[in-house]
């Protein structure tokens, strides 16, 4: 298998930076592409100079601009992401080109690594987001629950993240679904423990599951697991929480070989699944914006700039 980019299968650090950005003219395809191709390269380089950091980044690239990037070789899965809403719980396609994915123990290091990036770019492209994550106490959403639990360990993330014998021509390389969701930390806080417990389905001191007599349909873990023929259908998370004392939330990043789990894990959320149930915590919390893109391997990024 081709060897994917540095960003996807490594554990979350202390510090993550998100960029989406449109393509101002599609005339700059070609050069992008090499500029693209040059970003592992300009990480290995920063990550030499900072070596205490771990720095590692992906790109990946939306399917529209894919299509101008290499019109005649697709990978099979890629498609846009498609708005979900039902009675009031909305999850919007705001879209993007680009994506780029920089984690690192260092902000400053993050952050060296979107100018360096960003001054390459020049004019060619518009911010549509710039999200910088942080690890919270231990691990936890900020709304004080311990995120992640069940993401894949060891062996089993490129499994659950990496293309495969599926699509060979992209071996290696991922499907990124991307949100960012804003909480209601005040009407959230007014909650008792033990009703914050059962809207998430976990215990919030050390993330245990919540028995199933007492573990309603609508809990967020409910929702959000999927099983098909009895093997649950896994994600590789890279989850932030962001923001200020004013407004705040999670920036939800899913790598995956297939957008039909993102996208069917989300459908139940917003409760358009079709058994009539939705995830209570969509009532605290509103996703703003959405959007998929393929994240190629190593050799298939340099390859589009050929």
């Given at each position: 298998m081709s060897e994917p980019q540095s960003a996807i299968l490594p554990e979350?650090?202390?510090?993550?930076?998100?960029?989406?950005?449109?393509?101002?003219?599609?005339?700059?395809a070609t050069p992008l592409a090499k500029l693209l191709a040059q970003v592992p390269e300009m990480t290995r380089a920063l990550?030499?100079?900072?070596?205490?950091?771990?720095?590692?980044?992906?790109?990946?690239?939306?399917?529209?601009?894919?299509?101008?990037?290499?019109?005649?070789?697709?990978?099979i899965g890629l498609r846009a992401f498609a708005a979900v809403e039902a009675d009031g719980r909305r999850a919007p396609a705001t879209g993007g080109d680009l994506l780029a994915h920089i984690i690192s123990e260092r902000h400053d290091v993050n952050f060296e690594l979107a100018l360096r990036l960003r001054r390459q770019l020049g004019g060619t492209v518009e911010v549509l987001e710039e999200v910088h994550g942080f690890r919270y106490l231990d691990s936890r959403d900020l709304t004080g629950f311990i995120d992640g639990t069940e993401n894949p360990k060891g062996a089993e993330r490129a499994a659950v993240a990496l293309i495969g014998a599926e699509d060979p021509a992209f071996a290696?390389?991922?499907?990124a679904h991307t949100q960012k969701f804003l909480h209601d930390l005040e009407r959230w806080g007014r909650l008792e423990t033990a009703e914050q417990e059962r809207i998430v389905g976990r215990r919030k001191a050390d993330s245990e599951d919540l028995p199933a007599a007492v573990k309603p349909a609508t809990a967020h873990i409910n929702r959000a697991t999927i099983a098909e023929n009895g093997t649950e259908l896994k994600i590789v998370r890279h989850s932030f929480p962001f923001g200020t004392t004013s407004a705040a939330g999670l920036f939800f990043i899913a790598y995956c070989r297939t957008l039909d789990i993102p996208e069917r894990m989300l459908r139940r959320?917003?409760?358009?699944?079709?058994?009539?149930?939705?995830?209570?915590l969509m009532e605290f919390t509103r996703a703003v914006t959405g959007a998929n893109f393929f994240v190629p391997s190593l050799s298939v990024l340099g390859a589009l700039a050929e």
């Open positions: 979350p650090s202390r510090s993550a930076l998100f960029l989406v950005l449109r393509v101002a003219d599609a005339k700059v990550a030499a100079q900072a070596p205490d950091a771990k720095l590692v980044s992906a790109v990946g690239i939306g399917a529209e601009f894919w299509d101008r990037l290499s019109p005649r070789k697709r990978p290696g390389g991922s499907y959320m917003i409760g358009t699944s079709g058994d009539g149930v939705h995830d209570r």
